[in-house]
């Protein structure tokens, strides 16, 4: 199992950028599919972006597409979420997770999870 934290988080007014970053510990941390998730008080946690182990290949949630960009430093052990364009319906508690399924981008699929970032956006 791999170990994760999650950084980043705070205030921000819509129309502004965050970047997320989340620092794993791990020998294996490029074999995993890594992934961001969000949660919002009164709704379920879903999806928001994932990356391939090696990094070339992306999903993203339709709500994201063309504001959030997932990427990974596997030297570094670190997967990033840039976030950009925020609007204030993207306000939520987002999670990093690792998953040994190849493109893996649900929940279920994701057996290591860090402890959360709360991303709060203003009107």
């Known amino acids: 199992q791999v170990q994760l934290v999650e950084s980043g988080g705070g205030l921000v007014q819509a129309g502004g950028s965050l970047r997320l970053s989340c620092a794993a510990s791990?020998?294996?941390?490029?074999?995993?599919?890594m992934g961001w998730f969000r949660q919002a008080p009164g709704k379920e946690r879903e999806s928001v972006a994932a990356?391939?182990?090696?990094?070339?290949?992306?999903y993203y949630w339709d709500s994201v597409k063309g504001r959030f960009t997932i990427s990974r430093a596997n030297a570094k052990n670190t997967v990033y979420l840039q976030m950009d364009s925020l609007k204030p319906e993207d306000t939520a508690v987002y999670y990093c997770?690792?998953?040994?399924?190849?493109?893996?981008?649900?929940?279920?699929?994701?057996?290591?999870w860090g402890q959360g970032t709360q991303v709060t956006v203003s009107s």
């Open positions: 990356i391939s182990g090696g990094g070339g290949s992306t």
């Open positions: 997770a690792a998953s040994d399924y190849r493109m893996a981008h649900t929940p279920d699929l994701f057996a290591s």
């Open positions: 791990g020998r294996t941390f490029s074999s995993y599919t």
